[in-house]
C-alpha cells in the first residue's frame, strides 16, 4: 500500500502512512520495546526480526494510531529464552523459495512459515549471522560477526566446500563481518566493523587478489571509516556504503582505476550515522535511514 514500516532501536515499529502523512508507534500486542533490526514482508506477512524474537503480523490494509496489532513471537528455543539464538539479526527469502532464512547470534536457520517450524544450520564456530545474500548456484552467502563468511547449502542444510570463500577466509576469518556481497563482475565485497572495506577479485591466472579500504591517513583512498554497517548495489553497479560514523559513501569501478567520494559535508550530514540503505520504487533513488530520527530519499543522478 505504499506506507512505511520502520524499525526503531528501542521503541518496535514506527508506522507512516504515506497518504495521510501521519507517523505513530503502532501498538502490538507484544514487541513494543523492541530493538529491531530487519523487516521484511513474505508471503502477506511481515517478519519483525527483533532482540527479542521474531515478530510475525498479518498484513492490514487500514492501520490507524488506534489499530491494535496482533503478534506473534516466534522462538527457535522456546524453551531457554535467554540464549543469543533469540535474537535475530537478519531475515532473508530466497527468490522461488518457500522458506525463510534466520540469522541469529547464534547459529542460522531455516523457517518454515507455515508450521512456524525452525531447522537448525551448523555453522560450528562461524556464529552471530549478520547477512544473508544470493551466491551461485541458489547457494546463500552468510556473513559472521564471530568467523568471516561462509556458504550455505540450501537443500542439505550443509556448510559448503567453496574454495574462493576459503581464501577469503584466510584473510578475513578473524574478522567481524557486517555485509558480505558478490557483484556482476565476481567481485567479492566484504564490509567489516572495525577492519574497513575488503574486495576479492580472481585474477586470470586463478589466484584470488584483494585490496583492502581503510581509514588511515597514509592510503591513496582513505575511506570516512572503517567501521562499516551495509553494502548495497543499485542498478548501474555502483555499491553505496553506509557506516558507523558521519557520511554516506559511493564507491564504483571506472576501467582499471578505484574511485571514492564522501557525501557527508555536502549533503549536511556530517553529524548523522547512517544506518541503512534501500532501493525505492524509482530505481534511480533509495531511502537512507539515519539514527537521529530522520528518513531521506536519496537521487543517485
Known sequence: ??????????????????????LFSLKLSEGNDSKVNRILFFQNRIWVATNEGLLVIDEKENIDVN??????????????????????????SQPGSKSLWIGTNSPLYELDPDTYEFKIVNSYNQNSIRWLAD??????????????VFVVDPVKHILEND??????????????VKSAIVDS??????ATF????????????????FENYRNEENLPIKLKS?????????????????????GLSKIYYQKEYFRYYNFSESYNT??????????????????????????DLFDSK
Not at 72 to 88: E, G, R, T
Not at 163 to 176: A, P, T, Y
Not at 272 to 282: G, L, N
Open 226 to 246: 572503517n567501521f562499516i554497517d551495509q553494502i548495497f548495489l543499485d542498478n548501474s553497479g555502483t555499491a553505496w556504503l553506509s557506516m558507523a560514523e558521519s
Open 67 to 92: 489499530t491494535l496489532i496482533k503478534v506473534k513471537v516466534l522462538w527457535p528455543d522456546p524453551l531457554n529464552k535467554n540464549l543469543q539464538m533469540h535474537v535475530i539479526n537478519f531475515i532473508y
Open 270 to 295: 556530517k553529524s548523522k550515522e547512517i544506518h541503512a540503505i534501500k532501493q525505492s520504487s524509482d530505481r534511480n533513488k533509495f531511502w537512507v535511514s539515519f539514527n537521529r530520527n530522520e528518513l
Open 135 to 148: 551466491y551461485s548456484n541458489g547457494k546463500i552467502l552468510a556473513s559472521s560477526w564471530d568467523g568471516g
Open 1 to 22: 500500500n505504499q506506507n512505511f514500516w520502520i524499525g526503531t532501536a528501542g521503541k518496535g515499529v514506527v508506522y507512516y502512512n504515506s497518504h495521510t502523512g501521519k
Open 163 to 176: 574454495l574462493v570463500i576459503n581464501e577469503i577466509n584466510r584473510i578475513v576469518g578473524d574478522k567481524r
Open 194 to 209: 572495525g577492519d574497513g572495506l575488503y574486495i576479492f577479485e580472481k585474477e586470470k591466472n586463478g589466484s584470488l587478489r
Open 185 to 190: 563482475q565476481n567481485r567479492y565485497w566484504i
